[in-house]
């Protein structure tokens, strides 16, 4: 399993077009992704479960990606952050 953290620095933070396209980009790999805020965690196959965690800027997430192709899946997830929402929290 491979959890990341990321702080969302667009002011308007994850909202209808983003989170399209994350779950575009999610539906192309086997492993489990996921999205944790605080205590809720949701599934990244659905734009209304990443719509309802209500995301906005300033929040910190963590995706969390688990399966047999969850190395290419961070990589993929991690540019998408980095260049549409984000810059990764090194910990």
Request: hydrophobic share 40%; glycine share 6%.
């Amino acid at each position: 399993m491979i959890s990341k953290d990321y702080t969302i620095l667009a002011p308007e933070g994850i909202h209808a077009r983003p989170a399209t396209a994350l779950v575009r980009l999610v539906k192309k790999f086997k492993s489990g992704i996921s999205l944790q805020k605080g205590e809720k965690t949701i599934q990244l196959n659905s734009m209304l479960n990443i719509l309802a965690l209500s995301t906005k800027g300033g929040d910190q997430v963590s995706v969390l990606i688990d399966g047999e192709d969850e190395e290419e899946a961070a990589s993929a997830i991690d540019v998408f952050f980095t260049e549409h929402l984000t810059t990764p929290d090194h910990t």
